[in-house]
């Protein structure tokens, strides 16, 4: 049976009248209001969805509250396979909760210093397993107010690996009818697969955009990360520029800092060189470690040092320290340890 989640509103509004169809929507995304895990409507719209959907939502297996005010989550999804997110609530009274999502079990892009990598491609998740996931979140963990959330696509998987379903879940989930997260809240970060954001540039409700950058010539960048045999910096630039940017609108740009392997003067000048020409923010992310890692960590004042250095040339820097290390885990890491057993701690997602 076809999931409720799955649904935009045009296509409940193509099955019952438009009122009708209003108010159910509304209901079946206001999951605070739900009644043993389904949406409580009268009876006729009872017997209406009963026959036409299912309500399942990813089911939440594990939660690592972190001291940091971070949960670290494992999802099961129907079949059994695993995901992970994170919720990040902001250190405040009654937070904007950033979210951090998977779009895949595992990933198939193979980046040398991703534990996610090491996984694989197990498959892609179907867009109402993506806005399942958020519903099974936020049902858990909050805001009841789905207004006060960012949704990050950076957790397992390449997300225009999953082009399609990540844009139908993006527009599911920015429905006025229903969620209303703007897609100016939602963003997804790609290592740069230039058809996918050549198809998000033509979407109708398009999310932000975050590129990781991770390295700064193409030779660097073939060595950790393999997409860059594929699309040169030079592809990957012209594709970004093509999009047509909303008012205000930023395009991010992630650069984790692997200790000997990009941190040099030379890369600091070039990647200023890579983002000035856009409305930027750009990430810099100490690497992660985590068991059986290739690179190690920027040293505290190599990480400074990088970062004044790109801020000298005019670049808008934040550096992204991993939330939620006394938990261990975040994406792709998480996974692994629970279906493997490995004692170790650490995390890559991203602050709020
Ligand atoms: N596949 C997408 C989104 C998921 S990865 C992408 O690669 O952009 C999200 C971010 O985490 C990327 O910027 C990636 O470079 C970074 N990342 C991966 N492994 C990491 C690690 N061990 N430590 C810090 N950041 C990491
Ligand atoms: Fe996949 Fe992103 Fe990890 Fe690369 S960094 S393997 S694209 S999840």
């Known amino acids: 049976m076809r999931s409720a989640f799955d649904l935009t509103f045009d296509e409940l509004v193509a099955l019952r009248p438009p009122n009708d169809a209003r108010y159910l929507y509304r209901k079946l995304f206001n999951f605070s209001d739900w009644a043993e895990g389904r949406p409580v409507v009268g009876k006729e719209s009872t017997v209406f969805l009963s026959e036409h959907f299912d309500f399942a939502l990813p089911e939440i297996t594990e939660v690592r509250r972190s001291e940091d005010g971070s949960s670290k989550l494992l999802l099961r999804l129907a079949d059994g396979n695993v995901i992970e997110a994170v919720h990040m609530p902001r250190a405040v009274k009654n937070p904007r909760v950033t979210l951090c999502l998977s779009s895949q079990v595992g990933c198939a892009m193979g980046c040398t210093f991703c534990h996610t990598a090491t996984m694989g491609l197990v498959r892609n998740l179907t867009a109402s397993e993506i806005v399942g996931q958020v519903l099974a979140i936020l049902r858990a963990l909050g805001p009841i107010d789905s207004g006060r959330v960012t949704l990050v696509f950076m957790g397992m998987g390449e997300p225009l690996h999953n082009v399609e379903a990540v844009l139908r879940a993006v527009a599911i989930m920015s429905e006025e009818a229903g969620l209303r997260i703007s897609p100016q809240r939602i963003t997804v970060s790609t290592s740069g697969l230039v058809p996918g954001i050549e198809r998000m540039a033509s979407a109708p409700v398009r999310p932000c955009l975050a590129i990781s950058v991770n390295a700064t010539t193409d030779e660097a960048r073939a060595r950790t990360m393999p997409v860059a045999k594929?699309?040169?910096?030079?592809?990957?630039?012209?594709?970004?520029?093509?999009?047509?940017?909303?008012?205000?609108?930023?395009?991010?740009?992630?650069?984790?800092?692997?200790?000997?392997?990009?941190?040099?003067?030379?890369?600091?000048?070039?990647?200023?060189?890579?983002?000035?020409?856009?409305?930027?923010?750009?990430?810099?992310?100490?690497?992660?470690?985590?068991?059986?890692?290739?690179?190690?960590?920027?040293?505290?004042?190599?990480?400074?040092?990088?970062?004044?250095?790109?801020?000298?040339?005019?670049?808008?820097?934040?550096?992204?320290?991993?939330?939620?290390?006394d938990v261990a885990a975040a994406c792709g890491q998480l996974v692994q340890e629970a279906t493997v057993r490995a004692p170790r701690r650490g995390l890559r997602n991203l602050s709020a």
């Open 230 to 325: 594929k699309y040169s910096l030079q592809d990957l630039t012209t594709a970004v520029k093509r999009l047509t940017l909303r008012p205000h609108e930023k395009v991010t740009f992630e650069y984790v800092l692997l200790r000997g392997e990009n941190d040099t003067v030379e890369d600091a000048e070039r990647l200023a060189e890579i983002v000035r020409p856009f409305r930027h923010n750009l990430n810099v992310i100490p690497y992660n470690v985590y068991e059986g890692a290739l690179f190690a960590a920027p040293e505290e004042d190599a990480l400074q040092l990088f970062v004044k250095r790109l801020q000298d040339r005019g670049c808008l820097v934040t550096v992204r320290r991993s939330r939620g290390r």
